[in-house]
């Protein structure tokens, strides 16, 4: 709790927190980044395997598989959130599963499928992109940013 907002606590209501915050179960910060990195680890990895089949068996570069590549993790993902499977890994993994694509399409899955009782429209369509709207935008936005940076690094010399 922010001392501001502490400030403003009756003293009894600063001694209940305090005997709340000891009694706080503790979180196993370390195992918990050692779960995200291995799942994580796999989720890219099963990424990078995907683009070297592309790479292998149709000949794609680097640059060319990427595209082909993030569309099967993208359909994975939904696959596995639409049969619960992508929820018991993220539950395990927590932020391990949670890298950008595979993340990001569970998490419209999980909307979707949430709110399908709704319709189409309204319950689908108006909740998957309730969480995927401002995702969207913040990526726009930093990609002008992003691009207006490098104009002027370039325009002024450099790189």
Known sequence: MSSIKRKKLTPAQQ????????RE????????CIRAFIVGGIICTIGQGVQLFFMTYFNFDEKTAGDPTVAI????????????????????GGAGSAVPVTGFA???TSAALDHK??????????????????VLVFGVFSAFVVAIVRVLITSLGGM
Do not use: C
């Open 15 to 22: 001694q209940y927190q305090d005997f709340a915050r000891a």
């Open 73 to 92: 993790m993208i359909l994975l993902s939904v696959i596995l959130t639409s049969i619960g499977v992508y929820d018991h890994i993220a539950q395990w």
């Open 106 to 108: 569970n998490t419209i």
């Open 25 to 32: 179960p503790q979180r196993p910060l370390f195992a918990n």
């Open 117 to 134: 009782s709704e319709g189409f429209v309204l319950g689908v369509g108006g909740n998957m992109f309730k969480i995927a709207g401002p």
